[in-house]
């Protein structure tokens, strides 16, 4: 979403942010329950660092990216007055395209080494809700359709900052299943668990923002039945932020000097994270990757299948592709 004023508005929420933190940490101290990662300070500060990198890199992706919104803002000949009706409108449609590009970002290999940043860890708690990717540019152009078709800038920014702050009170193991009305609409704790988690049944799931309803729809929907184990499915054992924040990258430019023609370098870039299957594959490629007795490749151990951004998910494939 376009975010060229929200790190502003998130200053007046950070506060709370910290002292739910605080209130979360104190709760595993005091009233553990077995099967939850609680806190770690390694992990938290890595969480931390990374947020606060978001921050900064993000006012200077902005500056360029401001003058492109505005001007796409500016010449569009419709323009949606914000009224009453239209807030929730907006909101709405808002929250469908947050949809899409969260999953576009599992699917699409060069968007997941950005996004896979947030996957990173161990941990499941409100922290991890702050660990995020220094290189989220491409995530704004998803929403210039709603900038051409007339939607000010300063609502969708409006509504883009909603969404975050919804999004952050639903990293937690401290909360359980709420009232079937609300898991039914609602992205929740539980099915948030079910998205962050590396349990193969579980890959590639959940991705709704505010509400869980479009999951439902485009049939990426998976209730929480078993307990989750959170991160990657190979994981990348370090609390480096600059190593975090740029391992995938690394790994993705390894594949593509080693690719012998251009269509295998822009099956790299634009497939899925599980594309590729020679021998010499990254050693981080098998982040992505879970072998099923369905369909592994009994030479190499990788699924045979990647998955489909457009294709509806069944149980023949769901160990394969990205972990996000």
């Not at 004023?5 to 709760?27: C, K, N, Q, T, W």
């Not at 329950?33 to 200077?60: I, P, Q, V």
């Not at 369905?294 to 045979?304: C, I, L, N």
Request: aromatic share 12%; hydrophobic share 45%.
């Amino acid at each position: 979403m376009p975010q060229g004023d929200i790190p502003h508005l998130l200053i007046y929420v950070i506060p709370g942010f910290i002292l739910l933190m605080l209130v979360e940490a104190l709760s595993y101290r005091f009233a553990p329950r077995a099967n939850e990662a609680g806190y770690t300070a390694k992990d938290t500060a890595t969480s931390l660092a990374m947020g606060a990198g978001c921050l900064l890199a993000d006012s200077l992706w902005n500056v360029p990216l401001a003058a492109v919104l505005v001007f796409l803002s500016e010449a569009t000949p419709v323009h949606w007055e914000p009224v009453w009706w239209t807030w929730p409108l907006v909101l709405l449609v808002q929250d469908l395209t947050c949809y899409w590009q969260h999953r576009c970002h599992h699917a699409v290999r060069i968007l997941w080494a950005s996004h896979v940043v947030h996957h990173s860890s161990r941990q499941f708690n409100f922290s991890t809700a702050l660990r995020q990717t220094w290189t989220a540019v491409a995530v704004n152009f998803f929403y210039l359709p709603m900038i051409v078709l007339g939607v000010p800038l300063r609502m969708l920014i409006a509504c883009g900052a909603l969404s975050l702050v919804y999004q952050f009170w639903i990293h937690t193991e401290r909360i359980g299943r709420l009232p079937r009305p609300v898991e039914f609409v609602l992205n929740t704790p539980s099915h948030h668990r079910v998205h962050h988690a590396s349990n193969g049944r579980y890959l590639d799931r959940n991705f709704g923002c505010i509400l869980i309803v479009w999951d439902r729809l485009f049939g990426t929907f998976e209730p929480e039945t078993e307990p989750c184990v959170y991160g990657l499915t190979k994981n990348i054992d370090t609390f480096n932020p600059v190593r975090v924040a740029f391992h995938e990258y690394a790994a993705l430019a390894r594949d593509l000097h080693a690719a012998q023609d251009w269509r295998t370098r822009t099956s790299y870039l634009l497939r899925g994270p599980g594309f590729g299957r020679s021998e010499h594959l990254s050693e981080l490629r098998s982040i992505h990757e879970v072998p099923t007795a369905a369909t592994s490749s009994p030479k190499h151990g990788f699924p045979a299948n990647a998955p489909k951004l457009l294709t509806r998910p069944d149980s023949r494939n769901r160990g394969a592709g990205s972990r996000q």
